[in-house]
């Protein structure tokens, strides 16, 4: 009788157990699936991707949007048409980078403030389209529709990946040199202390930690190194970006800095003959070393070899 009790007992908890765990594997599975917003189904005919549309000028325009790249995106919590007003098809969008960016700007007016008086801004109000808008450092896929939180690590804005993202215009030298930018400033700051230690560094990075480019130069307020205004323009502004890490560095700490410029018997010398001769030594130690390695390997198997 007593057996027969605990024998139900068991039953009925084992019977617990497995719904418990069903309904925790199935609100698992529903709570790692988001889906974007899409109230009026407009995906229906802008999922499909030969859905595209020909300009005045005739440019054809794809207007697919990826409903995958819209469920991951940091805007999925926002309908279509709150940023596509009222009836999307009955105004004519000319589809730029300026107006990308002037329809991210109303909403995020002051990030579009600062970057409509930056040097990639004030381009893109004459129609330049060489020059970052929005979506060049927000989304991979430099789409309105795939931009993603900064603090992501897949982020173009992600601090590791911002050299490259910048790298994507400033590492083609043909397109700088066209802007008269000589300096090769994505090989130089890759090869740079700041450079080498980001590359090395995990993916956990801290605002102080380390700089990229964006803590010279700034990001939506990135201006010409020769404006006055720059970050980076004069040792004074120099000497107060690098003191932001570099405390109580000052002045003679940032006259020391080489920017972009590569150190030559005619630029810089000291540092040109320093680097030369540290590259030298840190050559022969390492050969030496190579040699002494492979000297004892021989002797090791000569040794083996007689026994
Ligand atoms: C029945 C299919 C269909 C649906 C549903 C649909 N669209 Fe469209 N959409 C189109 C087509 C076709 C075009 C291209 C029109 C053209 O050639 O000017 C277009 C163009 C657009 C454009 C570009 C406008 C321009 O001319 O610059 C936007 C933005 C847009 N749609 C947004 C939306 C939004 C937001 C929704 C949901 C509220 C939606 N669409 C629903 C078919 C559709
Ligand atoms: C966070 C704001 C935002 C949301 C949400 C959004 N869009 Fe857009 N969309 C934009 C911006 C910005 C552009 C570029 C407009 C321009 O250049 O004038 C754009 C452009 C478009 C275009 C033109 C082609 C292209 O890709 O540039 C279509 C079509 C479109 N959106 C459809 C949609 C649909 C469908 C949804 C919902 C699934 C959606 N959008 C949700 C901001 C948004
Ligand atoms: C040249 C690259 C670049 C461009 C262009 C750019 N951003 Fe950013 N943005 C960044 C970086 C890098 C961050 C990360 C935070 C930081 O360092 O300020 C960021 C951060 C942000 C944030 C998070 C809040 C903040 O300010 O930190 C928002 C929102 C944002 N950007 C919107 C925009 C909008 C809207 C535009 C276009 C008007 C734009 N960005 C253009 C690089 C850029
Ligand atoms: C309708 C208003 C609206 C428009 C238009 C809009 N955004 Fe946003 N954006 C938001 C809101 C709200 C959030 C915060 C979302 C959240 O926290 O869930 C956000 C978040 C972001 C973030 C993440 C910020 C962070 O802290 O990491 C970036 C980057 C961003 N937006 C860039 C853009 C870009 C680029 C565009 C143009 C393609 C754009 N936004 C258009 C409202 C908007
Ligand atoms: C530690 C600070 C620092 C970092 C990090 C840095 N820069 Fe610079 N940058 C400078 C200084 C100082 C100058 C002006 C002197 C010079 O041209 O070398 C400059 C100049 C420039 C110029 C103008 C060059 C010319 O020939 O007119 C560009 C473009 C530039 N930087 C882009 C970048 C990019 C892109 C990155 C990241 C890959 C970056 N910078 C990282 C400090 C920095
Ligand atoms: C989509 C391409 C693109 C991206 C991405 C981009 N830039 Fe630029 N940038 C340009 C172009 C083109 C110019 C030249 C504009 C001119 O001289 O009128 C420029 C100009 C500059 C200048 C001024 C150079 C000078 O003459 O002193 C600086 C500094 C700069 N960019 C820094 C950055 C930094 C830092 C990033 C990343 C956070 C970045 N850019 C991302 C295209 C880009
Ligand atoms: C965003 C923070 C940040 C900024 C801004 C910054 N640095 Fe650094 N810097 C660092 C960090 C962190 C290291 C240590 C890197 C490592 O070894 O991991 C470093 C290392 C260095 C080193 C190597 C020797 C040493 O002291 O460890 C020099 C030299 C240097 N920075 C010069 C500069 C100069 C010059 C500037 C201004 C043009 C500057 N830094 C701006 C964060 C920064």
């Known amino acids: 009788m007593v057996m027969k009790m605990a024998g139900a007992r068991a039953k009925k908890l084992l019977l617990i ?16 699936r988001s889906y974007a917003l899409d109230e009026n189904d407009c995906l229906s005919c802008h999922g499909n991707q030969q859905l595209t549309k020909t300009t005045e000028d005739g440019r054809k ?21 709150t940023c596509h007003t009222a009836e999307p098809h009955k105004v004519e969008t000319p589809l730029t980078k300026l107006s990308l960016a002037e329809k991210c700007g109303s909403c995020h007016q002051y990030q579009y ?45 992600y601090k590791k990946n911002i050299a490259q993202t910048c790298g994507n215009c400033h590492g083609d030298v043909r397109l700088m040199a066209s802007y008269g930018i000589v300096e090769k400033v994505y ?23 380390k700089a990229t480019c964006a803590n010279c130069h700034g990001t939506h307020d990135i201006k010409r190194a020769s404006d006055p205004a720059s970050p980076v323009a004069g040792v004074e502004n120099l000497a107060r970006t ?5 405390p109580g560095g000052g002045v003679e700490f940032a006259s020391g800095f080489l920017g ?32 002494v390695v492979v000297a004892a390997i ?3 198997s000569i040794n083996r070899w007689r026994e």
Do not use: W
């Open 17 to 32: 157990s497995v719904v418990g765990l069903g309904i925790i594997v199935f609100l698992l599975v529903f709570s790692l």
């Open 61 to 81: 325009i794809s207007l697919y949007v990826s409903e995958e790249a819209v469920n991951t995106a940091a805007h999925r919590f926002i309908d279509c048409t």
């Open 113 to 157: 403030k600062l970057h409509l008086e930056s040097v990639h801004g004030q381009q893109l109000v004459q129609g330049n389209t060489d020059v970052a808008t929005c979506v060049d450092c927000h989304s991979s896929e430099r789409s309105p529709h795939s931009v993603i939180r900064v603090l992501e690590y897949s982020s173009p804005a």
């Open 187 to 209: 090989e130089s700051y890759m090869r740079s202390f700041h450079g080498k230690a980001i590359q090395l560094g995990t993916y956990e990075i801290t605002q102080l930690d």
């Open 242 to 246: 690098c003191e932001q890490c570099h």
């Open 260 to 291: 972009h410029k590569e150190a030559s018997p005619r630029n810089i010398p000291v540092a040109h003959y320093t680097e030369i001769l540290f590259t030298t030594l840190l050559t022969a130690v390492l050969s030496f070393g190579a040699i």
């Open 298 to 300: 021989v002797r090791f």
